[in-house]
């Protein structure tokens, strides 16, 4: 699976972003989909997460109740819509994918691929 990430740029604060993820292959709906996030000079972080039917989401509880994570199997794509944005939100983000999913969808290691990232950055 190749993963392609997009949609990243600069806000200001309160504003919103719509982050776009775009999968290769022919069984992506048997793949978890998650979102991940480096601040400058921090670790990647948990943001959300998607279950491969599209019904089941987790996040992280930074991002709750502002950021949406979805997916199209039929197009292949998933997407994290990023609401009421904080300059605290400033981070590179990373579509990945894992393979049959898990309860360890919120580690780094529970996912195969990932994409090349998208900056996102948050002015106040």
């Known amino acids: 699976v190749q993963l392609q990430a997009s949609g990243g740029g600069l806000v200001q604060a309160g504003g919103s972003l719509r982050l776009s993820c775009a999968a290769s292959?022919?069984?992506?709906?048997?793949?978890?989909m998650g979102w991940f996030r480096r601040p400058q000079g921090k670790e990647r972080e948990f943001v959300a997460a998607?279950?491969?039917?599209?019904?089941?989401?987790y996040y992280a509880d930074s991002v709750k109740g502002r950021f949406t994570i979805s997916r199209d199997n039929a197009k292949n794509t998933a997407a994290l819509q990023m609401d009421s944005l904080k300059p605290e939100d400033t981070a590179k983000y990373y579509c990945?994918?894992?393979?049959?999913?898990?309860?360890?969808?919120?580690?780094?290691?529970?996912?195969?691929?990932w994409g090349q990232g998208t900056l996102v950055t948050v002015s106040s």
């Open positions: 990945a994918a894992d393979y049959g999913g898990s309860i360890s969808y919120r580690r780094l290691s529970s996912y195969e691929y």
């Open positions: 998607v279950d491969g039917s599209g019904r089941t989401t």
């Open positions: 292959g022919r069984t992506f709906g048997a793949y978890y």
